[in-house]
């Protein structure tokens, strides 16, 4: 294979150009198979979103263990471990409003 710029006979598993540094067709495939096998592997499913609402720990949990390694999931499982924290928030606040102007109180006289 020879540089599309420069002329100089390359590797045929070159993807750059020692010469002259310009990527060569094989930098186009790389990159193409790289972002495709990054994109599989960091999709999410809303059963998912639901498991880390119902459960937030768990959540928080692949927050923290796929933050760098894949930060797509890691920002999807965090978002919903966040608003599953927020929601249990808001009920236990009513809950204790309603509890505190006795709607819980169920004692028969």
């Not at 020692?18 to 060569?24: E, F, L, N, S």
């Not at 923290?64 to 966040?82: H, M, Q, Y």
Request: aromatic fraction near 14%; charged fraction near 15%; glycine fraction near 12%.
């Amino acid at each position: 294979m020879y540089c599309t710029s420069c002329g100089k006979d390359l590797h045929d598993d070159a993807v750059i150009c020692p010469a002259c540094g310009v990527p060569t067709k094989n930098f186009k495939n790389q990159n193409m198979q790289v972002s495709n096998a990054s994109a599989s592997d960091d999709s999410m499913g809303c059963l998912l979103g639901g498991v880390y609402f119902l459960f937030p720990i768990v959540g928080l949990i692949l927050y923290f263990v796929w933050k760098d390694t894949k930060p797509r999931s890691a920002k999807f499982a965090g978002k919903w471990a966040l608003i599953g924290v927020i929601v249990n928030i808001v009920f236990a606040i009513i809950a204790g409003i309603a509890g505190g102007l006795g709607f819980g109180d169920f004692t028969y006289y």
